[in-house]
């Protein structure tokens, strides 16, 4: 063949390949791509390999597995011997045998049952199913109104938020990143305002034994505090009073800038232990998009008493009262994820409550809190006997911020009303008795001429709001009349 007509249908060949690929592809192709494409989609989102592992021994709320090596907080699920399934949550390992506890309470485990990682294809019936893990409302301002649990599943009816974009919370600060504490807030609450002033960014604990008020002074804060967002984590407590709280003591209007975290005393320990970290969470995600929140943690001790359960189950040796380490390695850890960030405009000041078992103030957990703690608050069984409420008695509360975010004047009022206080309590039973010759202590006659009015100051009806302002101006002039 001439050299000539070789180039030439080389030419012709080249010109039909580049009128092909201008070509629009045949429908039969361009749907096979599209299949070709979701099917690459899903493989690079696919486990590479299917796991799994089985279920060795159950000794009270822990599970061991074998076979199944995971880090601590990842998620397992659980075949049952029904089919279902449930979910569970790694908190320790010992060389190959793993430690899992449950999220919810649940029977029909079996010796030797299958336990996959969650979100992984199991073997089932044949063929692979998905295992989904608990969904979660993603932390953002759709969560304002809701009622959640500890892992922030929905408890109302509202549905699930699916618009919302998953985010997480901000983890420990650096101290040097914190804004100090330099404005008050307003609690609505006389005695607080008044006498035991709170900073935005404060921690204040609220000592308290049962029966005292305990929950009526919650409600108070929850409802008069002046804040963009009011989060409520109930954690131990009895269920009946979710319902309660949400209805009564916050209300409609309330409720609309508040999120409720529940995970009562029927909750599984681990789901307790979620149940404040999950509403730290949410108030630090607030917080960090500029808002200023009141974080209400009830309780405190109930975290304590759900994170000795689990450390227990570990084989930890209780050191304190049956407490084990982990319990004062966890109340600081949780306690320092509030307070203020980088942003002087946001803040969370957080009231978290401690129960004192037979009132005493020398538990172990009342006695870390306090040592964590920016203040505290003490409910008096004897005030709240005597039908005194709020119960607070001022003599052994404190804010440690308070000289910081008032002024002068307003220390030495607080100081003064203190002392007239503490000194009608020390004379009281001589008065009583009549053992007591008027004139003969000139700083007792001041006391008992003020007594009343210093009552009327420090008792509050619970729909009765006082303000910052209000409070401060009241001190004042009871002061000067004493």
Not at 85 to 98: D, L, R
């Amino acid at each position: 063949m001439p050299e000539g007509a070789s180039l030439g249908n080389e030419g012709a060949l080249a010109a039909g390949l580049g009128a092909l690929q201008l070509s629009e592809p045949h429908p039969h192709v361009t749907r096979a791509t599209r299949k070709l494409q979701r099917l690459q989609d899903r493989l690079k989102h696919a486990p590479r390999s299917v796991r799994e592992g089985r279920l060795k021994r159950v000794t009270g709320l822990m599970y061991e597995v074998e076979g199944l090596p995971m880090a601590i907080g990842k998620r397992a699920s659980v075949e049952m011997d029904d089919g279902r399934f449930i979910e569970t949550e790694c908190i320790g390992f010992n060389g190959s045998t793993i430690y899992l506890m449950t999220i919810d309470h649940a029977d029909g485990v079996a010796p030797g049952a299958l336990v996959y990682p969650a979100n992984t294809p199991a073997y089932v019936d044949g063929g692979f199913l998905e295992v989904v893990t608990t969904q979660s409302l993603p932390l953002g301002e759709a969560l304002l109104g809701r009622v959640v649990d500890g892992y922030g599943r929905p408890l109302d009816s509202l549905g699930h938020a699916d618009d919302g974009v998953p985010d997480k919370a901000s983890g420990a600060l650096n101290p040097l990143m914190r804004q100090p504490i330099h404005e008050p807030m307003d609690a609505g609450v006389k005695a607080i305002n008044g006498l035991l002033t709170v900073g935005r960014g404060q921690r204040v604990g609220i000592f308290a034994g049962s029966g005292v008020g305990k929950s009526v002074l919650l409600g108070m804060l929850a409802r008069r505090s002046v804040a963009d967002v009011i989060v409520i984590g109930l954690v131990g407590e009895r269920g009946r009073e979710v319902r309660e709280f949400c209805d009564d003591t916050l209300g409609p209007e309330a409720m609309k800038r508040a999120v409720v975290v529940a995970a009562p005393a029927d909750a599984s320990p681990l789901a307790r232990l979620k149940g404040a970290w999950y509403a730290t969470d949410v108030a630090t995600w607030f917080r960090d998009h500029g808002r200023h929140v009141v974080l209400i943690i009830d309780s405190l001790t109930r975290f304590a008493m759900a994170q000795r359960e689990v450390g227990l189950s570990l084989g930890e040796a209780p050191v304190s009262r049956g407490y084990p380490p982990s319990v004062f390695a966890r109340l600081p850890e949780l306690v320092e994820r509030v307070g203020n960030g980088d942003d002087p405009d946001a803040s969370i000041t957080a009231f978290y409550t401690i129960l004192l078992e037979g009132d005493d103030t020398n538990d172990p957990v009342a006695d870390t809190a306090r040592g964590i703690l920016d203040g505290h608050l003490f409910l008096s069984r004897e005030l709240a006997d005597s039908g005194h409420y709020p119960a607070i008695d001022i003599e052994k509360s404190i804010s440690r911020v308070m000289p910081r975010v008032v002024t002068r004047e307003h220390v030495i009022a607080a100081r003064r009303l203190k002392q007239l206080y503490s000194r009608y309590m020390r004379g009281r039973d001589l008065v009583s008795m009549g053992a007591y010759s008027p004139g003969s202590d000139p700083e007792l006659d001041q006391a008992i001429s003020a007594w009343p009015r210093i009552q009327a100051y420090l008792q509050q009806d619970i729909n009765d709001t006082h303000g910052l302002l209000e409070s401060t101006a009241d001190l004042m002039q009871l002061v000067g009349q004493s």
